[in-house]
């Protein structure tokens, strides 16, 4: 299968932390949520629980080698040897996958589509978006299918061929071209004003679910608990540091989402200032699919431009996502057939998965378009609970539970031997064994309540 280098390594786990929602969820969160209060919050858990999780669940690939299932079963010391079922967490990715390459699909309309006829008005520009949407048959489903195309053909080419590859292209460029449209905004009168937005410190703003809040963004920057970065770390180099990993990936995942936020608000506060705000949101799905290209449009050629780099660039933070979302699950089959009579190769793995994603896909289209609904939830809500509500914060917990009360101390300390040592392995070893755990119970409860809580509505 091949491996990764230690760079490559690097830019594939910072490919799969850094994807849509960090892009456009992240900063209205901080808006919403207390500004530089809720940055404060956020870097701080984000350093210590963040880095701490993941980096126990680059311990269990590197130290395995093997794909999520096989990786639990190999480091498992107990007598019941069941520890391997944590592994099945990495199916929630799979389930993800479903419908964030049904996303990544508007974001490819819109970028070859769209940005060269810019929406001139608020009402133009809501029936472009709810026209894709309504049609089930129509682009959205044909760009959905082109998503899954491109990601199922990346992982066809391996890890090394595939992945790597890619990320090498990717990430340099998404920093160059987010870097570009930072600068770009610091030109505009509104960039101190999107600053104050974002950074503006409003304590009275903080609630208990802005901590809720924070972890979950913690789970979905650092792709934490779908088994990802399990899977990724059995390809890294055995002395791979992974301390300076984590620390790493963490802090150049919230730089991008910083940056698209200061972009974003800047050129958005610019065009309110001389248009009406009628139709214009400020977050969501809503922010970057209705309220941008109105915005770009104001522009001029050159919005039609900044439209395109900014859409190619939610591209590229979309692949490098959605490929780490389908290789746990292609390399766990691929593991699990190795001694079976049907042995699935690399190929047949990633067609049989493609094809699961593109079927489930097209349901959640399909159900999301005519409004079919259970218990109050449509077959997206459903999909998105069980897996980033459920899934996630279980397999998460499964990690911190395995590594900090299941693997002995003493042998931590040799899979841990090239990133930590002394007093920080003792710090992270304390994190892993008591706080962490009891965080994730917390949210795992509030997640499972709220989702409960929709569907009695």
């Not at 880095?51 to 007598?79: C, F, H, Q």
């Not at 309110?272 to 309220?291: C, D, Q, R, Y």
Request: hydrophobic share 55%; glycine share 10%.
């Amino acid at each position: 299968m091949g491996g990764f280098s230690k760079l490559g390594f690097l830019l594939a786990a910072l490919g799969s932390s850094i994807g849509l929602g960090q892009i456009w969820r992240f900063p209205y969160m901080v808006a919403d949520n207390g500004g530089g209060a809720f940055i404060i919050i956020f870097i701080v858990l984000i350093l210590t629980i963040g880095i701490s999780i993941l980096m126990a669940e680059m311990i269990i690939g590197n130290a395995a080698r093997k794909d999520p299932v096989e990786s639990y079963r190999e480091l498992d010391t107990t007598k019941s040897k069941k520890w391997y079922l944590a592994g099945f967490s990495l199916f929630g990715g799979i389930g993800i996958l479903c419908f964030y390459c049904v996303v990544l699909g508007w974001v490819l309309y819109y970028m070859l589509g769209i940005s060269w006829t810019l929406p001139s008005n608020a009402t133009e520009s809501l029936e472009i978006f709810n026209n894709l949407l309504g049609d089930p048959w129509g682009w959205q489903l044909v760009c959905f299918y082109v998503i899954v195309i491109i990601t199922g053909f990346i992982i066809y080419k391996g890890v090394e061929s595939g992945i790597e590859k890619l990320n090498f292209v990717l990430m340099p460029l998404l920093f160059i071209i987010f870097i570009g449209l930072v600068i770009y905004s610091a030109t505009s009168p509104y960039f101190t004003t999107a600053l104050k937005y974002l950074f503006e410190f409003k304590p009275e703003a903080i609630t208990a679910k802005t901590f809720v809040d924070v972890v979950s963004q913690i789970f979905f920057s650092l792709s934490i608990g779908i088994g990802i970065i399990i899977a990724y770390a059995a390809s890294s180099p055995k002395k791979q540091n992974l301390f300076k990993s984590s620390v790493f990936i963490s802090i150049a995942g919230v730089c991008i989402a910083l940056m698209a936020g200061i972009m974003i608000f800047t050129v958005v506060f610019q065009y309110t200032a001389a248009h009406s705000k009628e139709g214009i949101e400020f977050s969501g799905p809503g922010l970057v699919f209705k309220t941008l290209p109105l915005v770009f449009h104001s522009m001029g050629f050159t919005g039609k431009i900044i439209s395109f780099l900014f859409f190619l660039t939610l591209g590229f933070a979309g692949i490098t996502s959605t490929i780490s979302l389908l290789e746990p699950g292609v390399m766990y089959l691929v593991d699990v057939t190795k001694t079976k009579k049907v042995k699935l190769t690399r190929t047949k793995s990633t067609l049989l998965l493609s094809l699961i994603v593109a079927v489930v896909g097209t349901l959640v289209i399909y159900s999301d378009t005519t409004g079919f609904k259970f218990l109050n939830l449509t077959f997206w809500d459903w999909l998105d609970f069980l897996t980033s509500d459920v899934i996630l914060i279980l397999g998460g917990l499964a990690v911190v539970i395995f590594v900090g009360w299941v693997i002995k101390k003493e042998t931590l300390k040799l899979y841990a031997s090239n990133s930590l040592h002394g007093v920080l392995f003792e710090i992270w070893y304390f994190l892993v064994r008591y706080i962490s755990p009891i965080i994730l119970v917390i949210i795992l409860y509030v997640s499972i309540k709220g989702g409960i809580m929709k569907m009695i509505a």
